[in-house]
């Protein structure tokens, strides 16, 4: 009886210490904003996020396999549109239904939202670039370098619309698989994170200790 007793005191500790991936403490469906976005990437409605996987599947297959421009390619929409918009509107007109089009598409609102939407993320990006490029975190800093130079090398290779498709893909597919093999997933991404602090340790003894830095001066709270 003592040694069941012992052997489930260490199992314990084992799976209560499990590390999950990025040490987040919260669900993957919280961090991912807990709202339609994050229902989308985890195909909580397998209908909707299937159909924006094909939609994008299409707009690469026009693009990058057919060669479609663009401009024709707007050309071409904007014409099946009013065509569509002039025989439904004298259809209508014959049978009596005439259709109930909006005056206005876009609101003045969801315009202004947009925009101050995107300003605020830009702004946060902006000041988190900025504090990375200031040295604070050594780590993070040559990670990031080392991340866009990585992104560098790719894009020489690959073009623009073939890495934001494999991106778009990546989005729509990597969480999903993620949550359904969570625990597999972080004890393989646990033990990397491990590998790769003793060799983080190893360079910082006897690279980064050796470079002299000077200080860094605190952004001034307004």
């Known amino acids: 009886m003592p ?3 012992s052997s489930d005191s ?3 500790p084992q799976s209560s210490s499990r590390v999950k991936l990025f040490g987040r403490k ?5 961090v991912l904003g807990g709202g339609k976005v994050a229902n989308v990437i985890l195909w909580r409605n397998k209908h909707f996020s299937a159909a924006i996987l094909a939609a994008s599947t299409a707009i690469w297959f ?10 024709t390619l707007l050309c071409h929409l904007s014409i099946t549109t009013m065509l569509a918009v002039f025989i ?3 259809g209508a007109t014959l049978l ?19 925009a101050l939407t995107f300003h605020s993320k830009l702004s946060a990006f902006m000041s988190i670039l900025y504090d990375v490029a200031c040295g604070k975190d050594l780590k993070l800093l040559l990670m990031t370098i080392a991340s866009l130079w990585m992104l560098s090398v790719i894009g020489s290779y690959v073009s623009f619309l073939n890495l934001l498709y494999f ?3 990546c989005i729509q597919t990597l969480p999903v698989l993620y949550e359904r093999y969570e625990e597999e ?4 991404a646990g033990r990397g994170t491990r590998d790769m602090m003793k060799l983080y340790r190893k360079f910082d003894s006897k690279v980064l200790d050796k470079i002299p830095r000077g200080p860094v001066k605190q952004k001034k709270s307004k």
């Open 3 to 5: 040694t069941d007793s």
């Open 10 to 12: 260490d199992d314990k």
């Open 26 to 30: 919260r669900p993957l469906h919280t």
């Open 62 to 71: 026009l693009f990058e396999i057919v060669e479609y421009h663009f401009l």
């Open 88 to 90: 439904w509107t004298n």
């Open 96 to 114: 009596n239904r005439p259709p109930k089009i909006p005056e206005t598409i876009l609101s003045e609102a969801v315009i202004r939202d947009v």
């Open 167 to 169: 991106g778009f893909v």
């Open 185 to 188: 997933v972080d004890e393989l």
